[in-house]
Structures are given as C-alpha cells and as structure tokens.
C-alpha cells in the first residue's frame, strides 16, 4: 500500500501545498500542487494526495522521466510529419530551427554567450530569407 502525506510550505510568495508520496517503485515523490493565492487549500491537497495514491494503487503509477528539450523536437518533428504530412520543404525549414534552438539552449546551458549564439541563430536566418519574430 502506497503512502503519503500534504506539506505546506510557507514561502516568501506564500503558502504553497505539495504532496509527497511513494510511487509503484518505491521511489519518493514531491509535486507542488499550488499556492493558495490560486485558490489551493488544505482539504483539495489531502483529495489531490488521495488520487494519487489511488493511481499508484490501481495503475502502479510512476514519475515520469524528465523530458528534454531535444527528446520532445524529435517527437514532434516525428509525430508532425507523420499526422500532417508535411512538404519537404517545410519539414526541413522546422528541422533546421529546432536544431539552431537545441544548439542555443545547450550553448546557454554550458555557461556559454546565449546572445551570440542566438545572434547567429537569426543571421542564418535572414540569410536564408525566413522572417524572424
């Protein structure tokens, strides 16, 4: 049987509700449910705790891994080309991009120039004739 219990936070922004949790394979769980500016109080976090624990009970839930940015462009691109059948041209034209933005969020998260590399994302761009926002 699956445990867990609501933990309230008292932040600088406020009371913040979470639900901790054992999931199907025995690992902890914290999810933020919400703060109660939004409307959260303590009865809807003990029900928001309670499904949860049914969920882990009946369906053996678990926490989903995290999604990367170039997980989900490969998704996407995929699953696009496939459900919208897409021209060649428009399907290269999203495939370049989402690699430009992949090299700019990388660039940004090894501690690089995010704004040259962005710089440089909108002069291929431009060279390219693709208008930029």
């Known amino acids: 049987m699956a445990s867990g219990c609501v933990i309230e936070y ?5 009371r913040v509700f979470r639900i ?5 394979i025995g690992r902890q ?5 919400g703060r109660e500016e939004e409307g959260w109080t303590k009865k809807q ?4 705790l309670r499904d949860r624990l049914s969920d882990v009970d009946r369906k053996r839930y ?9 997980t989900y462009s490969e998704t996407w ?28 969020l990388r660039t940004a998260q090894a501690g690089g120039d995010p704004t ?11 060279r390219e004739g693709i208008r930029a926002w």
């Open 20 to 24: 901790k949790y054992t999931d199907a």
């Open 116 to 126: 040259a590399s962005h710089r440089r994302l909108l002069d291929d761009a431009a």
């Open 62 to 70: 678990r926490k989903p891994k995290a999604v990367t940015f170039e």
């Open 29 to 33: 769980v914290m999810e933020t449910l």
């Open 10 to 14: 008292r932040g600088k922004r406020g």
């Open 77 to 104: 691109l995929a699953e696009g080309q496939r459900r919208r059948a897409w021209k060649a041209n428009t399907y290269s034209i999203y495939m370049r991009s989402l690699e430009r933005l992949g090299e700019t």
């Open 45 to 48: 976090a003990k029900r928001a």
